[in-house]
């Protein structure tokens, strides 16, 4: 299988890409972990003029936020891990396809290689569901109140929330989806120390994951982007300020507070005693082991 990486910030771009055996266009909007956004439409355009397969990963925004299948996708993809079901103990994925005949593939391929999931975790996740408009609603609060917060703060660059007028895919985002999700990413100052402000938060849990009702904090560069080569990183953005926030349904209040106290014992060399394992500036791994 033969790859090409396009830039979708200009769908238009697909089209110099697409040769001859071009089987099928792969798009993630919002994107991970800098939340761009891609006009649905005009990629589904391209991928029904070339006769040929657009998917959609959709774990961000679930079914109920987005619906790539109303602009053409022939296949859209969750990570059930995350939001769907909701509570961070099943791993898990769905494949959902928009014809008879896309969904015969995926049963023939499911049913061949035995990549099916078990049956308590899909009663777990078909329990999260039930609650997957409530728990949305509060991830989407929390998150705005995060992002606003963040936008503030004298040590953050930039955030990266689609629900922000400042976002450059807001007006995309608010016209092809139903609302702005629970993600937020933000780019601290050069030469802010990351890493504490990653040990210090005691509400947000330090772990790679997102989409569960608790709120958790990462750094993409060192952790869920870790495996992309550091040419591709670069080129994507993904620079070690960048923080990762799954914002999680506890009182936003909470949240909030949390961040402050973590931003001032990141800032505050004598914050960090409490937490310190003897080293004088603490490595990610130190503060892994630290957090379990
Ligand atoms: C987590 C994630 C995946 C991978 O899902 P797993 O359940 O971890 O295998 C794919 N796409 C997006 C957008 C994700 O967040």
Redesign the pocket.
Known sequence: MEVSFVDLSDPRQLEAHLREQTRAIWV?TPS?PLLRITDLEQVGRIAREAGIDLVV?N??LTPLLQRPIDFGATFV?H????YLNGHSDV???AIIAATEEGREAVHFAANAQGATAVPFDSWLILRGLKTLPLRLKQHQENARAVAEFLQSHPDVEEVYYPGLASHPGHDMAASQQYGFGGMVSFRVREGFAVARLLAATRVFTLAE???GVESLIEQPSTMSHASMRPEARKAAGITEEVVRLSVGIEHSEDLLSDLEQAFEAASTPAGWSSYSTGLEEPSLDAILAVQG
């Open positions: 993630e991970n990963d774990t961000f993809v990570s059930t891990t995350k791993v898990g994925g994951s997102l989409g």
